[in-house]
């Protein structure tokens, strides 16, 4: 089974510093991942995804992510946090039938000003 | 038109009631989705929906019956509910890209909606 796991529930990066969101996964055929983002009291909003076109993944709002095949790593980087920046972050991998969704834990972001 | 929309945002209802979650889309997608989100964790599968046929339902209780009357509304209708349902329910939708076998192709982006936050007294 495909799922994914995301190291640290909660990060605090001051403003400006660089934002570094840890993501791996587990998989016995190439994944398809993505990095999403939820505002509070809102939905998810897609950042980025992998489906095997490029390794090093640029999304949206400055994040960018790298797939890392022979470390099952998937992590989110930002180079300069904003105070915007602050919402949870979902890791997730599509299973195999259904495009159907698996989200990591989540990663809480505080961002000191 | 690049959105999701859900209503209600919010709703209140007791054990005994019924009531109904809508979903709606006009990106032409033919792929919807039902996620609930308790706080704090993250959202969990519950229905999707490919051509408007029911493709997979994760084991969910039988008081949860989605419908999708047509390729752009998703409702999800709620009946004998218990407290413990409580939670933030997410729609999505996405290109299934598979024609119309039905197959929903990996990797299309799933667009979420703002949810609707339920609780259940």
């Known amino acids: 089974a495909q799922s994914v796991t995301q190291l640290g529930s909660h990060v605090s990066v001051s403003e400006g510093a660089l934002v570094l969101l840890r993501c791996n996964y587990s998989?016995?055929?190439?994944?398809?991942l993505f990095w999403y983002v939820q505002y509070p009291n809102q939905g998810l909003q897609l950042l980025l995804k992998?489906?095997?076109?490029?390794?090093l993944v640029k999304g949206i709002n400055g994040f960018e992510a790298e797939f890392k095949k022979s470390e099952t790593s998937f992590h989110l980087t930002k180079p300069s946090a904003h105070m915007s920046d602050a919402a949870e972050y979902f890791c997730?991998?599509?299973?195999?039938?259904?495009?159907?969704?698996?989200f990591g834990g989540g990663t809480r972001v505080l961002v000191k000003p | 038109d690049t959105e999701v929309t859900q209503t209600p945002k919010h709703l209140v209802m007791g054990m005994t009631n019924k009531k109904s979650l809508k979903c709606e889309q006009h990106?032409?997608?033919?792929?919807m989705y039902w996620y609930k989100q308790k706080a704090k964790k993250p959202p969990e599968l519950m229905f999707v929906?490919?051509?408007?046929?029911?493709?997979i339902n994760e084991s969910v209780p039988s008081r949860f019956s989605p419908e999708c009357p047509n390729s752009s509304l998703l409702n999800l209708h709620l009946h004998a509910l218990q407290p413990e349902d409580s939670a933030l329910y997410l729609c999505?939708?996405?290109?299934?890209?598979?024609?119309?076998?039905?197959?929903?192709?990996?990797?299309?982006?799933?667009?979420f909606g703002p949810g609707t936050r339920l609780t259940v007294l």
């Open positions: 999505a939708s996405s290109l299934p890209g598979g024609g119309n076998s039905g197959v929903i192709l990996r990797g299309n982006e799933q667009f």
């Open positions: 998989s016995s055929v190439p994944p398809y």
């Open positions: 992998y489906t095997s076109a490029a390794t």
């Open positions: 997730a991998v599509i299973k195999a039938a259904g495009n159907k969704l698996t």
């Open positions: 990106m032409g997608h033919r792929a």
């Open positions: 929906y490919s051509y408007e046929k029911l493709s």
